[in-house]
């Protein structure tokens, strides 16, 4: 079983290595599923193993998984799937998509690596791949646009995951002091170390601070509206599915860590403080945004922020609502991005007033869209909703009361904002001279497939209690200081 | 290796980190600023080689060639290949100099300030140079902050590295090997890419002002 460590890895790389060399380019358009496929079966057998208490870990003891990184894993195969799948279409480019694929593999490997790695160091390494493999696929159309977009993710990115390696410096220098250097998850999540509190806090503050960047938090998160909107379609989705994910599950790492030397009073501070500000970022933006890609970039920073609430508040409660949430949000707005991407192929816009009426003109589009805006906004049988009430009465119960309260006006902004802008695009009146010319599209634009499967998984994960159930909460076990 | 002649080396590149990123502060030619980041990845892997010799390990020696090679050599000559290309040498900061030199000043205070709790009233020659670590990450901010132009703010990146890795060396004698080996791949692949990108600028933007990216906001 522990070459299951193995796959994600070695998928990648030979995903990478056919999509550039391979002539063929018939294969090339279907690496990146292939990895997404092997990254989810991986992930599948590592939950199965650790559920059956075994936790599988390489010899060298650099890789390791964990319920936590085995459930990351799944997430990421199962977005990953999504966006390669739904978006096989969108690739073709000059180069017959060459670099394209071999990016996102490169891409899925890097971010497999983050949640495998038993080593903080290594994980830091793979996070900050992740930066380099998707700066040309952000700036892959060319314009100047898509150029100022990739400039200031580079930028902002490195540097701010160069903070969190500062962190990490210091957290391997507390190691040291205390005897027994290590960097390893294990050795440091049991609280057996004694390090040195003050140090320790510096090291938690900057690491925080370094990963929140990456994971998209207010007041770092300017990065992220501008990349997402211009990223291909598909990379998007990943990003905005996936790789806000991974730096997030940097975070809860850091802070079950941080929690064990120093209580929970740090972590919980500032992880209410980033919520709270990427909510009301979020709120005040979508208010009067004009374009889809970007309204769908500001629901991520809301929706990041609203599981650095719940992971303020912890508690078994809080921290199973986050991790059902990174699922259900990570399929929901994959299958968005892929939607919006087809919706602008269709339209050649992204200006929401130039869309109007798309479920009247464009059904196959505009079902999906519609369905998947539904899963966003929070309603049930979609996870999202009872991942966002589990965070919420976690931070009301646990002593945020206040907290929570603000956060509850700020949803509602936000509800009304999204949903405004969604009717505007699904419903509103198409204009006067199209509607009579052009006859209905009822074409989807791409694979049905992937979106039915992924908003079905999200409609009905929040009702399966076995497994899923039980990975999670034996992942919740792992973050609160368990194995 | 006696204990004074120790202190003094570490010192002496402790000192040469702190003043080549004022100089950078100070300096508007990009070429001076290459030159002068070349010489502080010299003294980075000095101050390295010397904790090497201190310590007794062959690995920091080896770690101390990485650091020569990359941080002194590599990076500087990426970097001067796109600052040749171009004619306009000059840079126009935000600040000017004096402004600019009383920040550093500033920041390198704050940095002493900040690192006080964590190093106490250490004799230990190692320990009380970390303050210039952090100090260089500040330092390396307000480049990244002040600066216009594209490779101003490559420069700026990689000052703010090397504090990391200062501060890194000076508290752990460094990260685990493999970890390092990463970690300067990382930062060698993102110059890299930076690099591609202020090309691309310069041939659509026609210079590598950042002030012409303007176009995405809401």
């Known amino acids: 079983m522990a070459a299951f460590l193995f796959v994600p890895l070695v998928a990648a790389l030979v995903g990478a290595a056919i999509s550039s060399f391979n002539q063929p380019a018939a294969f090339r358009r279907f690496t990146g599923i292939g990895t997404s496929i092997a990254i989810l079966v991986s992930g599948i057998a590592l939950s199965a193993a650790a559920l059956a208490s075994h936790v599988e870990s390489s010899v060298t003891g650099l890789l390791r998984a964990d319920a936590l990184s085995s459930y990351m894993l799944c997430v990421i195969g199962a977005v990953a799937l999504t966006a390669t799948w739904g978006g096989i279409r969108g690739s073709g480019t000059a180069d017959g998509g060459r670099v394209y694929n071999a990016l996102i593999c490169a891409f899925l490997g890097a971010m497999s690596l983050a949640v495998l790695a038993d080593n903080l160091g290594i994980m830091w390494v793979a996070i900050e791949l992740t930066t380099i493999a998707t700066a040309f696929l952000v700036g892959h159309a060319r314009t100047g646009r898509a150029l100022e977009a990739a400039w200031k993710y580079v930028i902002l990115g490195s540097v701010g995951v160069a903070i969190a390696f500062l962190g990490i410096v210091l957290l391997y220098a507390a190691t040291r002091e205390s005897g027994s250097p290590t960097l390893s998850w294990l050795a440091l999540d049991q609280g057996h170390l004694a390090l040195n509190p003050a140090l320790v806090k510096a090291a938690a503050a900057l690491a925080v601070l370094g990963f929140a960047t990456k994971a998209g938090l207010a007041p770092m998160h300017s990065w992220l509206p501008d990349a997402h909107s211009q990223a291909p379609a598909p990379v998007s989705g990943l990003m905005s599915g996936v790789l806000l994910a991974v730096a997030f599950y940097a975070v809860l790492r850091i802070q079950s860590i941080a929690d064990a030397v120093l209580g929970p009073d740090l972590m919980r501070g500032m992880l209410a403080v980033g919520g709270l500000l990427s909510l009301a970022v979020a709120a005040a933006l979508l208010v009067g945004q004009r374009d889809y890609k970007r309204m769908l970039a500001y629901s991520s920073v809301e929706h990041m922020g609203l599981m650095a609430l719940g992971a303020a508040a912890g508690g078994v409660l809080g921290l199973t609502a986050v991790l059902l949430h990174i699922l259900g949000h990570g399929l929901t707005k994959s299958s968005l991005f892929v939607v919006s991407g087809r919706i602008q192929g269709a339209e050649g816009t992204t200006t929401i007033s130039n869309v109007r009426g798309l479920l009247a003109r464009r059904p196959g589009l505009g079902v999906p869209f519609l369905i998947a805006m539904v899963a966003l906004l929070g309603l049930p049988p979609f996870s999202l909703f009872f991942s966002e009430v589990g965070i919420l009465i976690a931070a009301w119960t646990r002593g945020m009361g206040w907290v929570t309260a603000i956060a509850l006006v700020l949803l509602l902004v936000v509800f009304a904002a999204l949903a405004r802008l969604t009717a505007r695009l699904a419903f509103g009146a198409p204009e006067e001279s199209e509607s009579v010319d052009s006859p209905v599209d009822r074409s989807s634009h791409g694979p049905r497939t992937p979106l039915i499967i992924a908003l079905s998984v999200t409609a009905v994960i929040a009702f399966v209690a076995v497994p899923l159930g039980s990975l999670l909460l034996s992942a919740v076990a792992v973050l609160s200081g368990g194995s | ?218």
């Open chain 2, 1 to 218: 290796m006696s204990d004074n002649l120790y202190a003094q080396l570490i010192s002496l590149t402790a000192g040469t980190l702190l003043l080549t990123a004022a100089l950078i502060v100070w300096r508007r030619s990009l070429r001076a600023c290459v030159r002068l980041l070349a010489i502080q990845g010299i003294a980075l892997a000095g101050l390295v080689a010397v904790l090497g010799w201190h310590e007794r390990t062959i690995e920091l020696v080896l770690v101390s060639l990485l650091v020569l090679g990359l941080k002194a050599v590599l990076l500087p000559l990426v970097l001067s290949r796109n600052v040749l290309n171009h004619d306009d040498d000059r840079e126009v900061p935000r600040l000017n100099p004096t402004a600019s030199l009383i920040f550093a000043a500033l920041l390198t205070m704050l940095a002493y300030i900040v690192c006080r709790p964590w190093m106490g009233d250490t004799d230990d020659p190692t320990s009380r140079a970390v303050p210039i670590g952090i100090a260089l990450v500040l330092i390396g901010f307000l480049l990244l902050i002040t600066r216009r132009r594209a490779a101003s703010q490559l420069i700026g990146f990689l000052v703010l590295d090397n504090g990391i890795a200062t501060v890194a060396f000076l508290t752990a004698t460094g990260v685990p090997f493999i970890v390092e080996l990463g970690a300067s791949l990382d930062v060698l692949l993102v110059v890299l890419i930076l690099q591609v990108l202020t090309g691309r600028m310069q041939v659509k933007f026609g210079g590598t002002d950042l002030d012409d990216l303007t176009e995405l906001k809401d």
